[in-house]
Antibody, heavy 116, light 107 residues
Framework: EVQLVESGGGLIQPGGSLTLSCAAS????????MSWVRQAPGKGLEWVSV???????YYADSVKGRFTISRDNSKNTLYLQMNSLRVDDTAVYYCAGSAKRYFAFWGQGTLVTVSS | DIQMTQSPSSLSASVGDTVTITCRASQTFSNYLNWYQQKPGKAPKLLIYAASTLQSGVPSRFSGSGSGTDFTLTISGLRPEDFGTYYC?????????FGQGTKLEIK
C-alpha cells in the first residue's frame, strides 16, 4: 500500500523559512513524478512544484526563487524548502506522486500558517 | 500558462441523476487532462487520467471524455457518496493548472 506522510507545517512569521517533508512508503520517490500542491483556506487547488524522476525541477511563478523542491533517495523522502514566506503562502500543502504526469497518490496534507 | 475553466461552479442533483461537469482549456492539447474528487478536510482523489482512463478502484459510473480544449466528467447514476468538489487539471505543460472546482451537492 502506498503511503505519503507530510510533516513540518506550522505557524511561521512573514519572511520566515520552513521545510516540509513527505515520507513515502510502498512507493519510490526517486522513480516517480513528485509534486507539491497547496490549498489556501476555502480555496481551490494550486500546483506548486514538481521534481521528475530524472531530477529536473519546476515551480509555479508564485513561488519561484523562494521555494526549493528536493528529495533524499536514501530516506525515500520529498522536501519543500520554503523561504521568504508570505501571508498568501498560508495553505494546506499536499505532496502527490505518480509514475505519470498526474497525481495518483496524495498525502494527508500539512498546514502552513504565515502570520505575525 | 494554460487556464482551466470549469462549469458550473456548483450544482445540486438527486440520487440516480446523471451529472456532467465541463472543463475548458485556454489552449488546445491532446489528452493530458485529469479529474479529481475532494471531500471536505480530505486530500483529493484521482478519478480519471488522460481524459478518459478510469483510475483503478474508481466506480464505473464515473467517465471522462474530450480532447482539444473541451473536456467533460460525467457521473451516471449519482450516489450519496459522490458529494464533494471536483477539479480538472492539465498536465500538458508547466505550470500544471487546476480548474477552480465544481461543488456537487446531493439533494
Amino acid at each position: 500500500e502506498v503511503q505519503l506522510v507530510e510533516s513540518g507545517g506550522g505557524l511561521i512569521q512573514p519572511g520566515g523559512s520552513l521545510t516540509l517533508s513527505c515520507a513515502a512508503s510502498g512507493f519510490t520517490v526517486s522513480g516517480n513524478y513528485m509534486s507539491w500542491v497547496r490549498q489556501a483556506p476555502g480555496k481551490g487547488l494550486e500546483w506548486v512544484s514538481v521534481i521528475y524522476s530524472g531530477g529536473a525541477t519546476y515551480y509555479a511563478d508564485s513561488v519561484k526563487g523562494r521555494f526549493t523542491i528536493s528529495r533524499d533517495n536514501s530516506k525515500n523522502t520529498l522536501y519543500l524548502q520554503m523561504n521568504s514566506l508570505r501571508v498568501d503562502d498560508t495553505a494546506v500543502y499536499y505532496c502527490a506522486g505518480s509514475a505519470k504526469r498526474y497525481f495518483a497518490f496524495w498525502g494527508q496534507g500539512t498546514l502552513v500558517t504565515v502570520s505575525s | 500558462d494554460i487556464q482551466m475553466t470549469q462549469s458550473p461552479s456548483s450544482l445540486s442533483a438527486s440520487v440516480g441523476d446523471t451529472v456532467t461537469i465541463t472543463c475548458r482549456a485556454s489552449q488546445t492539447f491532446s489528452n493530458y487532462l485529469n479529474w479529481y474528487q475532494q471531500k471536505p478536510g480530505k486530500a483529493p482523489k484521482l478519478l480519471i487520467y488522460a481524459a478518459s482512463t478510469l483510475q483503478s478502484g474508481v466506480p464505473s459510473r464515473f467517465s471522462g471524455s474530450g480532447s482539444g480544449t473541451d473536456f467533460t466528467l460525467t457521473i451516471s447514476g449519482l450516489r450519496p457518496e459522490d458529494f464533494g468538489t471536483y477539479y480538472c487539471q492539465q498536465s500538458y505543460s508547466i505550470p500544471y493548472t487546476f480548474g477552480q472546482g465544481t461543488k456537487l451537492e446531493i439533494k
